[in-house]
Nanobody
């Protein structure tokens, strides 16, 4: 079955950096766009970044543009999120997601999340 396992979260000071990784299995990784989302306490889950199946195109939410970078390694079935210039408002649980299925019947699979805390 589909499995997504995030890692790399932790406690970092404002202005610092972290690199998150998501290891995927159970599906043809190179066939799908991969996304990162986050959810802060008391807030709805929000989209952060996405990368197309071959890595040729990336997109970012405005609030992370210029600070975060998404990448993937199809040979290793991993997707990463490099987070620089972190702010306290970046504190959240970060999730990777893959959407399979069809536009009429999408199937979303999520990892368990990894906690990122930005605090001095």
């Amino acid at each position: 079955q589909v499995q997504l396992v995030e890692s790399g979260g932790g406690l970092v000071q404002p202005g610092g950096s972290l690199r998150l990784s998501c290891a995927a299995s159970g599906f043809i990784f190179s066939a799908y766009t991969m996304s990162w989302y986050r959810q802060a306490p008391g807030k709805e889950r929000e989209w952060v970044a996405a990368i197309t199946n071959n890595g040729a195109s990336t997109n970012y939410a405005d609030f992370v543009k210029g600070r975060f970078a998404i990448s993937r390694d199809n040979a290793k079935s991993t997707v990463s999120l490099q987070m620089n210039s972190l702010k306290s408002e970046d504190t959240a649980v970060y999730y990777c997601k893959v959407r399979r299925g069809t536009s009429r019947s999408p199937i979303d699979s999520w990892g368990q999340g990894t906690q990122v805390t930005v605090s001095s």
